[in-house]
């Protein structure tokens, strides 16, 4: 499975942005599909995460503001982020799972920068 983001930018606080990743390859055994992101400096962390079926989550900072979507046909992961704040700030990365059993294999995507000026 190759992963390839997009939709990164350089937007003003309380702009929005699209960003989109792509998979390719055995994508009919993905399941979960997430973002993560990266500030300098920062560890990475849990922004959003999608299972196959649609049911989504959130990290705490984002809620009300980010919206993960998925379309299975296409095989793309969206996330729509609203209201945009400087601490939003990070490189995005999307990350996919297929589960075998009680383990899993993941992958990731390239990363695409977000950076919000205030």
């Known amino acids: 499975v190759q992963l390839q983001a997009s939709g990164g930018g350089l937007v003003q606080a309380g702009g929005s942005l699209r960003l989109s990743c792509a998979a390719s390859?055995?994508?009919?055994?993905?399941?979960?599909m997430y973002w993560y992101r990266q500030a300098p400096g920062k560890q990475r962390e849990l922004v959003a995460v999608i299972t196959r079926g649609g049911g989504t989550n959130y990290a705490d900072s984002v809620k009300g503001r980010f919206t993960i979507s998925r379309d299975n046909a296409k095989s793309t992961v969206y996330l729509q982020m609203n209201s945009l704040k400087s601490e939003d700030t990070a490189k995005y990365y999307c990350?996919?799972?297929?589960?075998?059993?009680?383990?899993?294999?993941?992958?990731w995507g390239q990363g695409t920068q977000v950076t919000v000026s205030s």
């Open positions: 390859g055995s994508t009919s055994t993905i399941n979960n």
């Open positions: 990350n996919a799972r297929q589960n075998y059993g009680s383990s899993y294999v993941e992958y």
